[in-house]
């Protein structure tokens, strides 16, 4: 049986103002192997008022994270 363990979110307000509305989102890890290895997802949805621009920054946020992450447990 692999183990899960999920986080989620809501962001509704923050300072400096988003310029959207909302934004939910989700960090689930999994894990994967026997061999202690564990499977990172991270999920984000946000309002439809937000543009092109909001969800590619999110994007870059995300491969920056993991590239972080990565670099500290290789």
Same mark, same amino acid.
Do not use: A, D, M, P
């Given at each position: 049986m692999s183990a899960q363990?999920?986080?989620?979110?809501? %962001?509704i307000a923050a300072e400096p %103002?988003?310029?959207f509305t909302s934004l939910?989102?989700?960090? %689930? =890890?999994?894990? %994967?192997? =026997?061999e202690n290895?564990? =499977?990172?997802?991270?999920h984000t949805d946000v309002s439809n008022d937000a543009d092109a621009a909001v969800i590619q920054d999110q994007?870059?946020?995300? =491969?920056?994270f993991f590239r972080d992450l990565q670099a500290k447990f290789p």
């Open positions: 363990v999920t986080i989620s979110y809501n %962001v %103002v988003l310029g939910q989102g989700s960090i %689930v =890890l999994r894990q %994967v192997t =026997l290895k564990t =499977l990172i997802e991270w994007h870059f946020k995300k =491969l920056e």
